[in-house]
């Protein structure tokens, strides 16, 4: 009897997991059009396909490179209180991350090591966003749990 039970029990796991996909994206980009178009254009039309075909589709992303100066909150006292176009965006930008972050499930994983590098305050991010110890492990967790890489550099 109890090894039906388990019998039962692993195939609802394995079934709970059909209809679903899993991405994570790798972004190194600093440029605003990659995160407008990769980032908050393409994850909202990645979503809604695979919605179309009754499906999920969960996204984590990993940041790191040049991706760190978009997802702090109070750029006053960051490597990137002089980027003028940044500066411009930001406000706007902020918004249309968290919503994706709240709406669209998207995780925000980012990369700690590269932080302390950068001497970014985890206090200065945006409340969303996690930190790993490095890019790199964040990336083999993600992909250990079967999510599909893609890059955005």
Known sequence: MKKLLFLLVLCGVLFAEEGVKKVVFDL??????????????????NK?????????LDVAIVIHGDAYKFFIKDLKNSPYKNDANLLKAHDQLGKRLIAMAKNYDVEFIMCESG???????KNTLYDFVKLTPSSTIGLIDKQNDHFAYVPIH
């Open 48 to 56: 809604t396909h695979y919605e179309n075909q009754l499906e999920k």
């Open 115 to 121: 932080m302390k590098s950068l001497k970014i305050d």
């Open 28 to 45: 190194t980009s600093g440029k605003l059009e990659a995160i407008e178009k990769k980032v908050l254009s393409g994850i909202a039309f």
